[in-house]
């Protein structure tokens, strides 16, 4: 009963009607399904080959004729005993080899398991598997490329380099605490704490990168913002091209946030409209002011639009993130006015919303400001929130570590030690069970 359970099938295809569809089957009993399917010996096959052949069900009533790949373990992506099967892509096919599995036994996948079962058999590290689901969703072709290259171990590489070099420094105090030396000690400590600002100086650049590679692998977030009725709406609707947002000449309109994903550039863009910011007595209308903070606070790109010169306050709301003030309604001014906000160096963009003019330097200007963003001249880029969670965790013991230069060697190497057990948990080598499950749980159920 236990390989029964440990068997388990999926789609790996997304569902509906298609050319060709893919069945993954892992687990003990794969080699067991594929004779009984096929009507065939397993010494038929041969392990990795694309073999032809017919598929029936328990009464001998043909299914498909289609390919299927035998991958004897562990030479197989999860390292246990797998079949893939690339059957016609018509669901009631797919439906007919699903009733066939649960027949003989074995069950649906979970969300993940694929790549869980891979990462348990040491086919790949935890980083490796990170990589897996960024791989699929990048929105970009830069996502793709830093995805493939975590894939590949190169990221998993620098974090054991890096985990190695304090090693050799927990490894130098042990050999200084044996000898008991005290002549030496000052001299060790130096070279010690060498090593700790260096591996602390990479660490920032590590976590630095993953503002980069969140708006390559999962978009960039830009929000609309702006006092009421100064034509937020009517510029986000220009962006669609067509009216998804209301648009009054009634301040307020706009009570809570919209959103709709655009692409400038490149860049995939996750656009989002909110309600204009001001004092107001409306309870519904204060809890859209207090969504629009939030939104400017998670931004990686705001667009202030305005209608007048911009306040010293709406400047400082924004100032801790990339900005481009956009000055609209630009079809209502007379030529003394145009000339005036020509030479106000606080306003980026000068457009007519309502007119559809200046919209194309401002899609220009996008990109630049998101291009400028991602500009990261270093070879390894963090892709997930556990992994920044985790690099923090070393950061503050390391900043810890230098704060406090006079600690004996006895209390370095502890520190040094819980260190060292962080890059595990960050490599997956002892991950806890509920941040795995999180982790495997937002995985497609084929992988």
């Not at 070099?165 to 008991?180: C, F, G, K």
């Not at 990479?202 to 976590?207: D, E, H, R």
């Not at 705001?302 to 003030?325: A, C, S, Y």
């Not at 057990?421 to 960050?426: A, E, R, V």
């Amino acid at each position: 009963m236990k390989h029964k359970k440990d068997t388990f099938f999926a789609l790996s295809t997304p569902p509906g009607k298609s050319a060709t569809s893919t069945i993954r089957v892992s687990g003990p009993r794969s080699p067991y399904i594929l004779e009984k399917i096929t009507k065939r010996h397993l010494g038929f096959f041969k392990p990795s080959k694309s073999t032809l052949v017919s598929l029936y069900n328990k009464n001998n009533t043909l299914i498909d004729k289609c390919l299927v790949v035998y991958y004897r373990k562990p030479r197989s992506y999860t390292g246990e005993n797998v079949i893939e099967i690339h059957t016609h892509g018509n669901p009631i096919i797919i439906q007919s080899l699903f009733n066939v599995f649960l027949k003989l036994g074995i069950r649906l996948a979970r969300a993940g398991e694929f790549t869980k079962t891979a990462y348990k058999n040491n086919k790949i590290d935890l980083v490796q598997a990170e990589a897996v689901f960024n791989l699929i969703n990048a929105q970009s072709r830069q996502g793709v490329n830093l995805s493939l290259n975590n894939l590949e171990g190169k990221l998993s590489n620098e974090f054991s380099n890096i985990r190695k070099n304090l090693r050799q420094a927990l490894s130098l105090i042990e050999y200084e605490l044996d000898i008991s030396e005290t002549d030496t000690q000052t001299k060790t400590t130096e070279m010690v704490y060498n090593n700790i600002i260096k591996t602390n100086t990479k660490i920032k650049k590590l976590i630095k990168s993953h503002k980069a590679s969140k708006i390559l692998i999962s978009g960039a977030k830009v929000v609309i913002v702006g006092k009421p009725n100064v034509g937020k709406s009517t510029l986000f609707n220009l962006f669609l091209n067509y009216e998804r947002s209301i648009v009054t000449n009634t301040p307020g309109t706009t009570r809570d946030t919209l959103e709709a994903s655009i692409v400038v550039g490149g860049f995939t863009i996750n656009l989002v409209d909110t309600a204009g910011i001001r004092k107001t007595s409306d309870p519904i209308e204060k809890i859209g002011v207090q969504k629009t903070q939030k939104e400017v606070e998670s931004s990686n790109l705001i667009l202030l639009v305005v209608d007048k010169k911009p306040t010293k306050k709406q400047l400082k709301l924004i100032k801790k993130t990339p900005t481009i003030v956009v000055f609209n309604k630009s079809d209502l001014l007379n030529k003394n006015d145009k000339f005036s906000v020509k030479n106000n160096n606080n306003i980026d963009i000068i457009l007519s919303a309502k007119n559809n003019k200046g919209l194309g330097k401002l899609l220009k200007n996008i990109k630049n400001k998101l291009s400028h963003s991602v500009l990261f001249n270093e070879n390894f880029y963090i892709t997930s929130t556990r992994q920044k969670e985790v690099l923090g965790l070393i950061k503050t013991d390391l900043n810890k570590l230098l704060k406090t230069k006079n600690l004996d060697l006895e209390l370095v190497a502890i520190e040094i030690k819980g260190v060292i057990n962080h890059f595990d948990w960050l490599l997956g080598k002892t991950t806890p069970d509920d941040i795995l499950n999180n982790l495997f749980s937002n995985f497609c159920v084929g992988k």
